[in-house]
């Protein structure tokens, strides 16, 4: 063991940024994201649907985005999607134990699962949406474009 000089790993490295695929978790998914943990029951609205990888930007394996937050020290049910398909199973994993090695208020934990690829949570940047009042025309990402049906959007209806 020879890093004395940054714990942790040091500050986040710029070129680090989440991939940030999108899917949709099949219905049937919800339903075993429940039943996957009999001892605790969720409710369907804790199930996270509309998915976004979280893992650092990747070129193979898996995408992976978290489900369901169980509340115990057991882990958190997550999903996983290969490009161009849908979601196929939930499993539950254990939370990666890395920390940033910050005191106090600093310190901050992957929020990721234990053998993840990629970097922890706290190095990468989310690169999908840097500006909060994204416009929509400059971010490709349609996890944070607005619904297309928003009320306000539609034309006139056309009378007969
Ligand atoms: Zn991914
Ligand atoms: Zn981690």
Redesign the pocket.
Known sequence: MSRPLTPGGGPATPERYV???VAALPLRLVSLALEITPGERGHPLDVATRLR?V?E??TDG???DLVREVGRSAGEVWTQWEDGGPPEYVCLLPDCPADNGEPGGANEACTLYEGHSGAHSYHCADAACPDAACPDAACADPACADDEDAPGTRTEPVPR
């Open positions: 991939c940030g695929a990888c893992l930007r990747h898996p995408h992976s």
